[in-house]
């Protein structure tokens, strides 16, 4: 079933090595390890510039460390997000990949903000899963982890579907056990997209200027960047054909509608 599904991030790779290249990234950091797949094009492109690859996951697969371990530009943190950033400077451009819920989310990009002032960096971010599922929904593969005020109520077994609010018991879009999704969608603190605009409104409140493409494919795709940086223009050339494309958006929904498909006929088999 995982190749009926594409999902990874690193079909935006053509979108994202671009606007890393306008950028003249170097130093490039990745929460949520994908060897195979972004990770891999992200080193050889960071290798290429002598800069380098920091990747922030807290339980890789074995296959992944052995990676990092044959490639010198390549670093790895076992660390949740929000604990590893100290151990963070000089950092050009930020790809988010990881726990896709409000909390993480948002103080993920509160620390990169944070850490671009410090250091005199213009904010670049990429993100993904911005759109269903996890746009307006928390997602969760260590509930533990965040602070029961910005939990919530989550289950594994229930499935989402779209533009309905509950989950359906096993059915729909689903973790099968390896990650919980919140029961209901929407509302505040809800979901990656919502933590995504929150940010943006309170740097914008402060005065700041950011801007935020919207790629409505492969679940989604957000590109923050600092308006005022020297490389601001043309990296909004490259990205204002795709934001809120309609044919990207009925492509998608059309994807999604298919594999949901394939999922129920599954579903109906195994209950016989």
Not at 23 to 50: C, N, P, T
Not at 153 to 181: S, W
Not at 195 to 217: H, K, Q, S
Request: proline share 4%; hydrophobic share 45%.
């Amino acid at each position: 079933m995982a190749n009926l599904l594409i999902h990874s991030m690193s079909e935006f790779s053509d979108i994202i090595l671009q606007a890393l290249a306008i950028a003249d990234a170097r130093e490039i950091v990745e929460i949520g390890a994908e060897y195979g797949g972004m990770s891999a094009m992200l080193a050889d492109f960071a290798g290429e510039r002598g800069g380098r690859l920091t990747s922030i996951d807290p339980a890789p697969k074995a296959e992944f460390l052995q990676w990092v371990a044959d490639h010198d530009q390549v670093r790895h943190i076992a660390q949740s997000s929000l604990a590893a950033f100290d151990q963070l400077a000089g950092v050009d451009a930020w790809l988010i990949d990881g726990d896709h819920n409000w909390y993480t989310v948002y103080h993920e990009l509160k620390s990169i903000r944070a850490l671009c002032e410090r250091d005199g960096k213009p904010l670049l971010v990429f993100l993904h899963d911005i759109g269903w599922p996890s746009g307006r929904r928390d997602q969760y593969y260590a509930p533990d982890q965040i602070p029961a005020e910005f939990r919530h109520l989550h289950d594994y077994d229930g499935g989402a579907l779209p533009g309905i609010d509950l989950l359906i018991p096993h059915r729909g879009f689903r973790g099968m056990g390896q990650f919980a999704f919140a029961i209901h969608e929407g509302g505040p603190r809800n979901g990656v997209l919502t933590a995504v605009e929150d940010f943006v409104e309170e740097v914008r409140m402060d005065g700041g200027g950011i801007a935020f493409a919207e790629i409505p494919a492969v679940f989604g795709l957000g590109i923050l960047f600092d308006t005022g940086a020297e490389w601001g223009d043309a990296l909004a050339e490259l990205v204002i054909p795709f934001h809120e494309n309609c044919l990207l958006r009925s492509l998608e929904e059309n994807r999604l509608r298919n594999y949901l498909a394939v999922l129920d006929w599954q579903d109906r088999a195994s209950q016989g």
